[in-house]
């Protein structure tokens, strides 16, 4: 039997009617489940489990922060978005942001540092908000401009758990808390991977929203060969062993985000990597032109000569093919999306390139005013606009978002 690991799982996916080809994972009581009984069919060995098992699940424990230093905080601005309101709690900190709705509002206690330990008022001398889990000073309050205060407060992380089948029996593997993007944990060598349990914070009880099976069934994404009528200039050049220039153009995401500084892992170099593979004798330059935060329209907006200059960065090199992956675009609606990224078509065709269009990766589910963490199609009129707009202009179009409006599926939240 081959060997299953997580990655591999997850690598597992497609579009059918769930759970068909998942082992039966429920909710037996506030903190346990019941796996089975039934059947998983993986790389073509059938795996049962007779008889119906129930595993505990241990509720994410708190974790208390005494003492945070800050040396000076910002004056609360309620009006900004999210996580940039005040500073940042430290434990909640991610790679941009912070991780939403973990903190233990009235476990805040802010005091000044050093040998005058006096406590300060909340809504006097600071504002909190504890959905983000930032804060900031007042004025008028108490708390100086340079004054260093320390911060006591306590948050619930989140957790992964792993339910297997193990030796012809179900058991839960704990993961280890954490916050933001953290591995799950590492199965047995020969353990068949049923499904995830995720807490993401504080759960008074376990509900279905907090089980993912795994559905075996699901058959692989077949992509379609679009290359020899979308971009049948850059693949000419790809074939004929000519110089191919490409500009990867978008947000924080082509900036590396969630990746760093391994830019060989950036998709952009992925892609080239991947090419050259295909065309080994064949030259492939590539740009990165990111703005990380910003939308296309401000990058298109810019000042000539300023960090980001459109005409500079995307236009100047004559691109055989600009990819483009805008997250932060993802406030426009169907007709937006005619409407901007009609100017921005013309603009690059004019300039003698070839384009493909990257949809989004999802985002927090109150963003997409969503309640729940399945589902199949994405739900953001721009995902459905670029979709659209891709077919009438007939781009090139990297459906990004159905891999992860399938992650659900394969036991990934």
């Not at 993986?42 to 049962?48: A, D, N, T």
């Not at 740009?287 to 990380?292: D, G, I, V």
């Amino acid at each position: 039997m081959a060997v299953l690991s997580f990655v591999q799982a997850v690598l597992v996916c497609g579009l059918a009617a769930f759970p068909e080809g998942a082992m039966p994972v429920r909710v037996a009581g506030p903190w346990s489940i019941e796996v089975g009984p039934g059947a998983v069919k993986v790389e073509g060995s059938e795996h049962r489990l007779e008889a119906a098992q129930a595993l505990a699940v241990k509720p994410a424990a708190l974790v208390e922060v005494r003492g945070e230093t800050h040396e000076r905080l910002p004056v609360f601005e309620p009006k900004a978005g999210g996580w940039r309101k005040g500073t940042r709690l430290q434990a909640l900190i991610t790679e941009e942001c912070t991780a939403t709705g973990l903190l233990a509002p009235a476990s805040v206690r802010v005091r000044a540092a050093g040998g005058d330990a006096r406590e300060f008022t909340m809504d006097k001398d600071y504002a909190l908000d504890s959905f983000w889990g930032t804060l900031g000073r007042l004025e008028g309050g108490a708390i100086g401009p340079e004054q260093a205060v320390t911060v006591d407060y306590d948050y619930t992380p989140q957790r992964l758990d792993l339910v297997v089948l193990d030796s012809g029996k179900a058991r839960l593997i704990e993961g280890t808390p954490g916050v933001g993007a953290f591995p799950p944990p590492t199965p047995p060598a020969d353990a068949i991977l049923l499904g995830t349990v995720w807490q993401a914070g504080h759960v008074d009880a376990l509900s279905e929203e907090n089980l993912f099976p795994v559905d075996y069934a699901l058959p692989p994404v077949m992509p379609t060969p679009a290359a020899e009528q979308l971009l049948p200039n850059t693949l000419a050049k790809l074939r004929a062993g000519e110089t191919v220039t490409i500009v990867a153009w978008g947000d924080s995401v082509t900036a590396g985000g969630g990746v760093g500084s391994d830019t060989a892992a950036w998709y952009q170099n992925q892609f080239v990597e991947r090419l050259s593979a295909c065309f080994p004798g064949t030259k492939i330059m590539t740009r990165t032109a990111a703005w990380p935060g910003a939308g296309s329209r401000q990058y298109l907006e810019a000042p000539a000569g300023g960090k980001y200059d459109f005409a500079r960065d995307v236009l100047e090199p004559k691109p055989d093919l600009v990819t483009i992956e805008f997250v932060n675009d993802a406030y426009l609606d169907e007709a937006g999306v005619v409407a901007h990224y009609g100017q921005i078509l013309e603009r690059l065709r004019e300039n003698g390139s070839e384009v493909i269009l990257i949809t989004p990766h999802l985002v927090r589910p109150d963003w997409m005013k969503v309640e729940t963490l399945k589902f199949d199609e994405d739900p953001r009129p721009y995902v459905k606009g670029l979709r659209a707009f891709a077919a009438t202009q007939h781009v090139a179009l990297a459906d990004a978002s159905v891999l992860w409006c399938r992650l659900w599926r394969q036991g990934v939240p």
